[in-house]
Each structure stands twice: as structure tokens, then as C-alpha cells.
């Protein structure tokens, strides 16, 4: 799912290629996609946009006079630019294209869960009511005010992160990166946490979430985002699983639960301590092995 960095650099794209343009036409081909019918989207043709907002992992556009679009890409929803007005809204992964003088911009969905959403909120403070889940801002907090958002509710770090109502914008992805960067285990309770480690922690989001906006940001002012993935070859621990870590050479190891997969560096982040597979630990029970020697051996 698109994170904050990803938001932030479709938001930018959109900016450069749209702001102060009028709204030729909303074509929703995927009508399942649209969440919202009042106001109708109708309403919005041949109205300016205004604004570029992030909501979370949401990208909102809004109108004059006070109208936003807001898009949920869930998993595998993508964004795309085309510099051609009308341009053809592909069959099978298309959901709807809006189109302006510039271009258009088309949605698009891969597999057979289609759980992208299009709202349409007559204000921003209605948008705000619907969508925002309460999570704070991670690049507008200070230390204390960081740690008082993680200390509310006793949760494991990895947790901690990625609830919304704590903190907003942070995913699967980069909350993997985050933790290692800052030598945290993913399991470790918030209430646990020293001050050096929250101190660690602190400054591994800002420094993560900074880096990767600021790099995705610059490229979307000359290329709009096509390559928006939850795996990079940039990543050191997320998606990285068996590849070596690159601070300390061990391989990444994984704990997989649902749909979701935690990558972190056993040496790095957790004392040698191989975490429990959720899958895996229960079929070997007595045989799962419980460090990276075991687990060589």
C-alpha cells in the first residue's frame, strides 16, 4: 500500500500537473469504486482545482469552491499520468480517468480484490470527518510529543507505527525500515522502551520518512510516479528476506502473518533471537529454531 512518502510525491505530481486546471470530465468506469453520491461527481466538471492535500495514505484534490475528491489506493491501486486528453481507460484494471486540458489522470487497480475508493465531500472539514482515523502527524512531532503517541496504548513497536490512529501515514513498508534503522525489534512493547531506544526510534522516522519523501518528491517534479512499490532494491529489511543486511551482512529474516510479511535483521534488531513464524513455528513447534546459529546449523 502507497505510504507516506508515495502520497507525498503523488500529491506533488498532481500539483505540478493540474493546479489552477478545470476538471473536463470524471469518467468512472468501475462505478463499484465510487463510495460517494452527494455531492454528485458530476458537480465538479469544469471546476478549478484549488489544492493538493494528504490525508493519511489518501491523495485529495480539491475544487473550487470547496469540493475534494479524495483516493484510497489500498493495496494495488496506482495512479497514472498521461500528457493526452481522453486517454483510454484500460479494461480489466481500470476504474475511471479525469480529464484536463493537461492530460488525464487514470486509476488503475491489479487483481481480483478491487478495494480502491473515490469519495467526493462537498468540504474539507466533511473529508476530514470521514477519513482521517487520528493519527498524528510523524514529521510534525518532537520527541516528547512522539512518545506520548506511542505510549497512549502498550503495543508492540511495529504496531505502534503502523495504527493509524496513532500515527498517520506509516505502513508495512517503511515502519520496516524504520525499526531497523533504529535496532528496535518489531515485537518489543512501547511500554519497554527506554529512553536511548525511543530517542533511536524518534530519529530513525525522521530520518527514514525525510529521506525516501524528499527523493520521491524530487522525481515526481519531472516524472509522475510509476514505480510506486512496497519493495525497493533500496530497502534494506522490507522485502529483503534471506538477502544480506546491509549493516551487518546477516541475512534478513521474516515473520509472515495474514497477507502481511515483517522483514528485520535478527543480529541487528532482536540480540541474534529468531522471531516466531506464526506459520512455520507452529508446524515445527520443538524444531523451530531459535537463533540465527540454529537455524544455520
Known amino acids: 500500500m502507497p505510504e507516506l512518502p508515495d502520497i507525498e510525491a503523488y500529491r506533488t505530481a498532481l500539483e505540478d500537473r493540474v493546479l489552477g486546471q478545470p476538471l473536463v470530465r470524471a469518467r468512472i468506469i468501475s462505478f463499484s469504486v465510487l463510495k460517494t453520491f452527494d455531492p454528485p461527481i458530476e458537480d465538479l466538471h469544469g471546476q478549478e482545482v484549488t489544492a493538493t492535500r494528504r490525508l493519511g495514505k489518501r491523495v ?7 469540493r475534494w475528491i479524495v483516493i484510497h489506493l489500498m493495496i494495488t491501486g496506482r495512479l497514472r499520468w498521461y500528457d493526452e486528453a481522453g486517454k483510454a481507460v484500460p479494461k480489466k484494471v481500470g ?3 479525469f480529464d484536463f486540458p493537461s492530460g488525464t489522470l487514470l ?5 481480483t480484490k478491487k478495494r480502491a475508493g473515490i469519495w467526493v465531500h462537498g468540504s474539507w472539514d466533511a473529508a476530514v470527518d470521514e477519513h482521517d482515523r487520528g493519527g498524528v502527524e510523524p514529521l510534525e512531532l518532537d520527541l516528547a510529543a512522539f512518545r506520548e503517541a506511542l505510549t497512549r496504548e502498550n ?3 511495529k504496531r ?3 495504527d493509524p490512529r496513532i500515527l498517520s501515514g506509516i505502513g508495512n513498508a517503511f515502519s520496516d525500515e524504520i525499526l531497523l534503522a533504529a535496532y528496535l525489534s518489531p515485537v518489543k512493547t512501547t511500554s519497554r522502551l527506554d529512553q536511548d531506544e525511543f530517542e533511536r526510534l524518534y530519529r530513525a522516522t525522521q530520518d527514514v520518512l525525510t529521506t525516501w519523501t524528499d527523493r520521491l ?12 512499490t512496497a519493495f ?6 522490507h522485502g529483503r528476506y534471506g538477502q544480506p543486511c546491509p549493516q551487518c551482512g546477516d541475512p534478513i529474516q521474516r515473520i509472515r502473518y495474514a497477507d502481511n510479511e515483517t522483514n528485520y535483521c535478527a543480529t541487528c534488531q532482536t540480540g541474534g533471537k529468531l522471531l516466531a513464524d506464526r506459520a512455520l513455528s507452529r508446524i515445527l513447534k520443538d524444531d523451530w529454531p531459535r537463533s540465527l546459529d540454529e537455524l544455520d546449523a
Not at 486509476?107 to 487483481?111: A, P, V, Y
Not at 518528491?217 to 510506486?228: G, L, N, Q, R
Not at 525497493?232 to 529489511?237: H, S, W
Open 107 to 111: 486509476l488503475t487497480e491489479q487483481g
Open 95 to 97: 476504474h475511471g480517468a
Open 217 to 228: 518528491v524530487a522525481e515526481a517534479h519531472d516524472t509522475f510516479p510509476e514505480k510506486v
Open 160 to 162: 505502534a507505527l503502523t
Open 155 to 157: 503495543r508492540t513497536v
Open 232 to 237: 525497493r532494491e533500496e530497502f534494506g529489511a
Open 60 to 66: 485529495c484534490v480539491g475544487f473550487a469552491p470547496d
